[in-house]
Nanobody
Framework: QVQLVESGGGLVQAGGSLRLSCAAS????????MGWFRQAPGKEREFVAV????????DYADSVKGRFTIARDNVKNMVYLQMNSLKPEDTAVYYC????????????????WGQGTQVTVSS
């Protein structure tokens, strides 16, 4: 079992920045791949970013490349999503999730999910 709790969401103007955090507990966090996903109203949940257990490999959705950065701290059992140059279309509930290993981008590959944090970007 892994418990995940996201924080850091909020309301920001277009062009602004936010940093999301995800606190993990339970299984050995440092051995797990961590991902961020988001779900906008009326849309399906989609992949945003992923980072492997050692932080050496990352991948991003095309829509956020160059603006978002995923990072992790295996000592603190935390994963972060730094979001810069935010756009109104980034408005969504953001979820962190975990899976065993690999640079996985599909929802079905992830075993445990947090409750989500709302990000709203105003124009």
């Amino acid at each position: 079992q892994v418990q995940l709790v996201e924080s850091g969401g909020g309301l920001v103007q277009a062009g602004g920045s936010l940093r999301l955090s995800c606190a993990a507990s339970g299984r050995t966090f440092s051995s797990l791949t961590m991902g961020w996903f988001r779900q906008a109203p009326g849309k399906e949940r989609e992949f945003v970013a992923v980072i492997t257990w050692n932080g050496r490999n990352t991948d991003y959705a095309d829509s956020v490349k160059g603006r978002f950065t995923i990072a992790r701290d295996n000592v603190k059992n935390m994963v972060y999503l730094q979001m810069n140059s935010l756009k109104p279309e980034d408005t969504a509930v953001y979820y962190c999730a975990t899976t065993g290993s690999g640079l996985l981008t599909k929802l079905a590959s992830y075993d445990y999910w947090g409750q989500g944090t709302q990000v709203t970007v105003s124009s």
